[in-house]
């Protein structure tokens, strides 16, 4: 079946030592998003690409970076993982064609635990 | 003004009862909208889409829209315990390929 597919599940990472997540999707879709969402509250959005057009949010640190070197795979890079960096993580992807108005695809998420 | 806003809850609603949720936008030009659930430590999963005023029907699940009032509702019948879940509305931000997020409805459906 076609999906978005995030590993690890779960990720237990060393204050300061880098990190990075990965996200995949076989639905060959455009657009793909990193989402972090701390607990109770909304997801928010750190940058998307639009194919190879990346996107960063004007808010988010620059201690976030991400690369896609493909379509299908897209990856989120934390340089320097502070306590305040520990939510989970979610990967998304939309259609060019729909954009946000088919609605996202979301993968199952990685939750980052920073000791 | 937050450009999506919801009751973050908790809301408790009786099995079998009608459970009533409201989101609110500030963005006049939105086109469409989505309510999506999270069920604890899970990613959201879209439940329903609305992009005319009205209603839409799926299953037990109802969305409501009003662009004049700019909100956009969704109602739940015969509400079982696994309903109970966050329930996130969502709008696409204008001119841009993305999705802002409500902060979500904590919704408990007692037994």
């Known amino acids: 079946d076609a999906m978005v597919i995030q590993n690890p599940r779960y990720q237990v990472t060393q204050f300061g030592k880098p990190v990075t997540l990965s996200c995949s999707q076989t639905?060959?879709?455009?657009?793909m998003y990193w989402y972090q969402q701390k607990s109770s509250q909304a997801p928010k959005l750190l940058f998307h690409y639009y194919d190879k057009d990346f996107n960063n949010e004007a808010d988010t640190p620059d201690n976030f970076q991400s690369r896609r070197p493909n379509t299908s795979f897209c990856f989120l890079d934390i340089r320097s993982p502070g306590l305040g960096d520990a939510a989970m993580y979610l990967c998304?992807?939309?259609?060019?064609?729909?954009?946000?108005?088919?609605?996202?695809?979301f993968g199952s998420g990685t939750r980052l635990t920073v000791v | 003004q937050k450009e999506v806003e919801q009751n973050s809850g908790p809301l408790s609603v009786p099995e079998g009862a009608i459970a009533s949720l409201n989101c609110t936008y500030s963005d006049r030009g939105s086109q469409s909208f989505f309510w999506y659930r999270q069920y604890s430590g899970k990613s959201p999963e879209l439940i329903m889409s609305i992009y005319s005023n009205g209603d839409k029907e799926d299953g037990r699940f109802t969305a409501q829209l009003n662009k004049a009032s700019q909100y956009v509702s969704l109602l739940i019948r015969d509400s079982q315990p696994s309903d109970s879940a966050t329930y996130l509305c969502a709008v696409p931000s204008q001119g841009a390929q993305k999705l802002v997020f409500g902060q979500g409805t904590r919704l408990t459906i007692n037994p």
């Open positions: 639905l060959n879709h455009n657009v």
């Open positions: 998304a992807t939309s259609k060019d064609s729909a954009g946000p108005r088919g609605g996202y695809t």
